[in-house]
């Protein structure tokens, strides 16, 4: 396997200003300090609440937003790595295309005033695929990969079901065969009949096009499914990083058991043990001292306010930031 | 088992659109039991959002209740149908807020941003027991502390958008709860919130039912929830009670194909990592596109010759159990 993605060190702080002058009175540390690696053909998940700086992570690696600092090391078809960090919006121009996004909501990703042949041909003509019979062929094959039948070709957004404007926003993004596809929740919309499919049809192409993806997503469910491997985030930072029967079989961070044991098990014969943790999830304006967690942590000691604890590697390919981590036993959820 | 606090029988919602009718809720029975929780659980135009608006008559144009009943056991053990009252009547008003107690799933939405959370609680409280400012003000706090927000005489004067999503959720259940209500609906109240913070909000109206033996509707999509939080389940599909029954029998003994199809697909944290789901095959059609015979028909693995042409009816499986499919007829 070749490495895809190689990311160091992220950090993304946004100023907060205040005043007549918009002095800047302190930051929002977004992301701060997140670093993963992503191999060809793999699905890392970014997991976490609302605030945990998961999209941030993700619009810095496609180079939405430029990062504070920190690398991102991208391997680029010709097998040369490029960081991405520092490059301009003219030198990003030729990488984009092998980077591409699956968007959440496919009610307003899609141009209404588009037909799905041009929405899907968009990129093939914007990369100089001038003669039109051969977008079009092109754009029959990605129908088909996406399991459309062809006939849709002249129709518009809203004669499709929320499921089939998925379809067509995965056909746009695999337009221009890229190597990495990050996936921003690109499920939680769509009803339960229609998530199974979209979640299989991910797991169909991966296999048949070895593509790379980054999956963002607060559903631990949908996340076990198609995830190798499994990264929590907490408070702009990774508290836990895992292959995914690991993260959920034996999690070592208590951030990932209480996220864990929150999850609502399909069985009324299962009513979990929850364990509920108090108050909300840290300001990224204004951090605990320490571990980010603390405040909420059940395991807490003295050391947690004031140590800030390393991502620190305890089994291979397990790594977790909290001073504890080989002394306490958690709970997990096991596959039956 | 005791009488029902609410009784729905064969209620009908309809829509008419110039396009032509929507049935949103088509022929729906269920019952309502003090301290017990009926979960209602449906795709996207199910209708589970709609019956919960029949049941507080604010079925929006050009929607109406066409047929059937709502029979509310008022406090005063009397018994009045809600679908002949006015919807904006004095009686519908006092019940409304009054007797049923209402969480919608947006709760910034729901919330005014130009009053004090201390404010609207208190307008609450007012509207149905005229106290006095001071007293209501006292209970409003009250209130606040009930739904475990800390510091409840700081934050009666805080305004909503300075409150975290969870929060706002429990000032919408206070809110719901401001004038003693015996029936409480819940229309998809953790949907918005992340799961931590769903745990908390599934745990406090569990704690706030005990205290208060409410008959709780809790009206969700998540199968999850349904699990954790349901006595009884009412599965709906396109406005059809497709099956109900105790939340065991529905879970580990479903009757109807669509409730075996619609466990399977879920996504579950105890399934294998990467597992492939099973899926139901096609969409759920546009409500003007609604197929003849059994609504679930065109996607059911099980269909016969007559689900295609006669729409079945409720057959009685045992224990409690009743589902709406011709798999069933004796």
């Not at chain 1, 939405?64 to 990003?92: N, V």
């Not at chain 1, 067509?168 to 199974?196: C, T, Y």
């Not at chain 2, 005014?112 to 209501?136: C, M, R, Y």
């Amino acid at each position: 396997m070749t490495r895809i993605l190689d990311v160091r060190a992220l950090r993304k702080h946004f100023p907060i200003r205040r005043g007549l002058l918009s002095r800047i009175a302190g930051h929002v540390r977004a992301v701060d300090d997140v670093s993963f690696t992503i191999e060809s053909g793999e699905t890392l998940s970014l997991v976490g609440e609302s605030g945990c700086g998961k999209t941030t992570t993700s619009r810095c690696i496609l180079r939405a937003i430029k990062p504070t600092s920190g690398e991102i090391r991208f391997r680029t078809e010709s097998g040369t790595e490029i960081d991405l960090a520092p490059l301009e919006a003219r030198q990003l121009r030729p990488l984009r295309r092998q980077m591409q996004m699956i968007f959440q909501d496919p009610f307003s990703s899609l141009n209404p005033r588009m037909t799905i042949a041009e929405i899907i041909g968009e990129p093939l003509l914007v990369n100089g695929v001038i003669d039109s019979t051969a977008r079009t062929r092109r754009v029959e094959e990605l129908l088909e990969l996406v399991q459309l039948p062809s006939a849709y070709l002249n129709r518009y957004p809203h004669a499709f079901s929320g499921g089939q404007r998925q379809r067509i926003g995965i056909a746009r993004a695999l337009a221009l065969n890229p190597s990495l596809v990050v996936a921003d929740e690109p499920v939680s919309a769509l009803d339960v009949s229609v998530q199974a499919q979209i979640v299989n049809l991910m797991l169909d192409l991966q296999d048949r096009l070895g593509i790379a993806f980054l999956f963002v997503a607060h559903d631990l469910s949908v996340v076990k499914h198609v995830s190798h491997r499994v990264a929590v985030m907490y408070a702009g930072r990774i508290v836990e990083i895992a292959p995914t029967r690991a993260l959920f079989e034996t999690p070592r961070h208590p951030y990932t058991e209480a996220l864990l044991s929150a999850v609502p098990v399909p069985d009324p014969r299962r009513r979990s043990q929850r364990i509920v943790l108090e108050g909300d999830v840290a300001d990224p304006s204004d951090l605990p001292q320490g571990c980010h967690f603390h405040p909420r942590c059940r395991y807490a000691t003295e050391a947690c306010k004031t140590e800030t604890p390393p991502l620190t590697e305890i089994t291979p390919g397990h790594s977790v930031r909290c001073i504890r981590a080989t002394e306490l036993t958690l709970t997990g959820v096991p596959a039956q | 088992m005791a009488d029902p606090i609410l009784s729905v029988q064969s209620l009908n919602t309809h829509f008419f659109a110039d396009e032509g009718t929507i049935r949103a809720v088509d022929g729906v029975s269920f019952d309502l039991y003090a301290g017990r929780t009926l979960g209602i659980v449906g795709e996207s135009g199910c209708g589970k959002s709609v019956t919960a608006r029949s049941i507080l008559r604010i079925v929006e144009r050009p929607g109406r209740i066409v047929s059937g009943s709502i029979i509310l056991r008022r406090s005063n053990n009397t018994i009045v149908d809600l679908t002949t009252l006015p919807t904006d009547g004095a009686q519908m008003r006092a019940i409304r807020g009054g007797e049923i107690g209402l969480v919608f799933q947006e709760p910034m939405s729901s919330l005014s941003a130009f009053h004090t959370i201390g404010n609207q609680l208190q307008e609450a409280v007012l509207l149905h027991d005229p106290i006095g400012k001071k007293a209501a003000r006292t209970k409003a706090i009250d209130l606040l502390a009930m739904v475990g927000i800390p510091r409840p005489s700081q934050r009666v004067d805080s305004y909503s958008f300075e409150l975290s999503g969870g929060l706002r959720q429990r000032v919408m259940i206070a809110m719901a709860l401001a004038a003693e209500p015996h029936i409480l609906i819940a229309d998809e109240p953790t949907t918005a919130l992340d799961v931590t913070t769903q745990a908390q909000i599934l745990d406090l109206i569990r704690r706030i039912q005990q205290e208060r033996n409410l008959a709780v509707m809790l009206i969700t999509h998540d199968m999850g929830v349904i699990a954790e939080t349901a006595d009884d389940v009412v599965v709906m599909y396109l406005g059809k009670e497709v099956e109900r029954g105790p939340v065991d029998s529905t879970f580990h003994a479903p009757k109807h194909p669509y409730t075996r199809a619609l466990l399977r697909s879920i996504p579950s944290v105890l399934a294998e990592p990467r597992a492939r789901l099973a899926t139901i095959t096609g969409s759920i059609p546009h409500p003007f596109a609604r197929p003849a015979g059994c609504p679930f028909n065109p996607r059911c693995p099980e269909r016969m010759a007559v689900c295609e042409t006669t729409v079945p009816l409720q057959y009685d499986v045992g224990h409690n159990q009743a589902t709406a499919c011709h798999l069933y007829a004796a």
